[in-house]
């Protein structure tokens, strides 16, 4: 049961946690096709995503843990384990049998205990919430977690800083704690959550009222998996007025394709969802800002 929600004050408090340990990443400033946006290349934080910031405001808040220990599909192990570093705390990471090679090798090298477990993340977070039960343990949740929130809306937060004439953020949705930091640090500007066909926990879950089960199948799976938004994400979202858009496979690897083509970018599948959302034209305003959250595979 959720007893407390991160807010825009928690945000700006994340903001000075994370300080130290994050690259405030560069705004690009662009046009495609004769049409203006604004590019946050979160992809060259350390860690290669944006994981990194709720890592480590999770493990900034609250009494220093132990051991760490978290499941992950690739991005938020990479994550865990370089905060962990970071902060000189030994950390565990679950992962499931499937994840990709490229970021299961970045996990071990960052310095965790890599534990591959079950065929799904799901499977891998059960097991991992079971170590977690040792005393002076701290389960680092992917998303499903106020503090994570809170720092992951310090991507937007900054995107907001450095380029005020933003009029949208538009973020790939996982399991929701991109879009929710977003909401809470936008500034009233609209908020875009982009997910693929056939990831979509977020846009069910708006439609049902509810957090419900979501089919996972999309080549950005290893990033946007998640089969049910969290309890923490979801009470934000519901609150606040954001647009929920949905993009085939097709179109998020054209659009990845085009970052390469446009502007050398390299970046994952899960990254290009915010420009292919854009490039069909789904997305309102007239200059949006696009995260692109990561390029681990």
Known sequence: MITTLPTAASVAE???????????????????????LVLKLEHLQRGGSF???GAVNA????????????????????????AAASLRLPATVYVPVTA??????????????????????????VAALAEA???????VSAYDDPAVV??????????????????????????????AGAALASGGRTVVV???????????????????DAPVDSVAASALGATRVGEVPFALLSSADVVSVL?????????????????????????????????????????????LCGANT
Do not use: M
């Not at 994340?14 to 096709?33: G, K, M, N, Q, S």
């Not at 132990?66 to 690739?74: N, P, Q, R």
């Not at 990709?100 to 799904?120: F, M, N, S, W, Y």
């Not at 995107?159 to 538009?170: F, M, T, Y």
């Open 14 to 36: 994340a903001a000075a946690a994370v300080a130290p340990h994050v690259r405030r990443t560069p705004v690009l400033r662009a046009e495609i096709d004769g049409r203006p």
């Open 51 to 53: 994981k990194l910031r």
């Open 59 to 82: 493990l900034t808040a609250g009494p220093r843990p132990t051991h760490v220990v978290t499941a992950s599909g690739g991005n938020h192990g990479i994550a865990v384990a370089t």
């Open 100 to 125: 990709p090679e490229a970021k299961t090798r970045r996990i071990e090298a960052a310095g965790a205990r890599l534990v591959r477990h079950g065929a799904t993340y799901g499977e891998a977070a």
């Open 133 to 139: 039960q040792a005393p002076g343990a701290r389960y």
């Open 150 to 179: 809170a720092g992951q809306g310090t991507v937007t937060a900054e995107a907001v800083a450095d380029a005020p004439e933003i009029d949208a953020v538009v973020v790939a949705a996982g399991g929701g704690g991109l879009s």
């Open 194 to 212: 982009v997910e693929p066909e056939g990831c979509c926990c977020v846009h069910r879950a708006l439609e049902a009222g509810r957090p419900v």
């Open 247 to 291: 993009v085939t496979d097709a179109e998020l690897l054209a659009a990845q394709d085009r970052l390469w083509e446009e502007f050398r970018l390299a970046v994952e599948p899960a990254a290009a969802v915010p420009l292919a959302a854009w490039l069909a034209g789904r997305v309102p305003g007239e200059r949006a800002c696009l995260v």
